[in-house]
């Protein structure tokens, strides 16, 4: 598949799916969800060698790994059972920013899940704001444009759960990023 196909079917531009083939940019979720569901692939595969999947994962706490630099000035991701093979659930830990002024709202298919691990955070979806803390979790249509921030001195850190819809992989979305 070339680069301009699988823009076209990922709804993202040729020169900036380019940029992240070569390193030089580092796409949301929102974006690796669409370029997953366009090659027909796992989101999952993305993070990880085909050959290191397996059934049954265990992440260690430590074993955690980073998929945005710690300096990140927007939303960093650390991926959860990257090596998990078939699944529809994609799992990894959110640690929002604190302000997301320019940060856009991200809406894609599929459906979302957060639970508060440390901190207090806020999600927000168009003109609703939702704060939770250590305990809560919400779940909600990942079609809604949404957007999250930390409320806590530090970085909140959240579970944050994504789960394919199982739409056509070749159908373009037009809200991602």
């Known amino acids: 598949m070339t680069l301009e196909v699988l823009a076209v079917r990922a709804g993202v531009t040729k020169s900036y799916l380019s940029k992240v083939e070569r390193g030089q940019s580092t796409p949301s979720i929102a974006v690796s969800a669409a370029l997953a569901r366009a090659l027909g692939v796992p989101l999952d595969t993305l993070f990880v060698d085909s050959e290191q999947l397996a059934d049954?994962?265990?992440?260690?706490?430590?074993?955690?790994?980073?998929?945005?630099?710690?300096?990140?000035?927007?939303?960093?991701?650390?991926?959860?059972?990257?090596?998990?093979?078939?699944?529809?659930?994609?799992?990894?830990?959110?640690?929002?920013?604190?302000?997301?002024?320019?940060?856009?709202?991200?809406?894609?298919?599929?459906?979302?899940?957060?639970?508060?691990?440390?901190?207090?955070?806020?999600?927000?979806l168009g003109n609703r704001a939702i704060e939770l803390g250590p305990g809560d979790s919400v779940y909600f249509?990942?079609?809604?444009?949404?957007?999250?921030?930390?409320l806590s001195e530090e970085r909140a850190a959240l579970l944050l759960l994504v789960c394919d819809d199982g739409a056509d992989p070749g159908a373009p979305h037009a809200h991602l990023p």
């Not at 830990?93 to 508060?116: I, Q």
């Not at 249509?141 to 930390?150: D, E, G, N």
């Open 141 to 150: 249509k990942a079609t809604t444009p949404h957007k999250v921030r930390s």
């Open 56 to 124: 049954v994962t265990v992440t260690r706490a430590g074993e955690r790994q980073p998929l945005t630099s710690e300096h990140e000035p927007g939303s960093r991701y650390e991926g959860i059972a990257l090596q998990a093979s078939t699944k529809r659930m994609t799992p990894f830990m959110l640690h929002p920013p604190h302000t997301n002024d320019s940060t856009p709202f991200r809406d894609h298919p599929g459906e979302e899940f957060l639970f508060v691990h440390a901190g207090r955070a806020e999600l927000l």
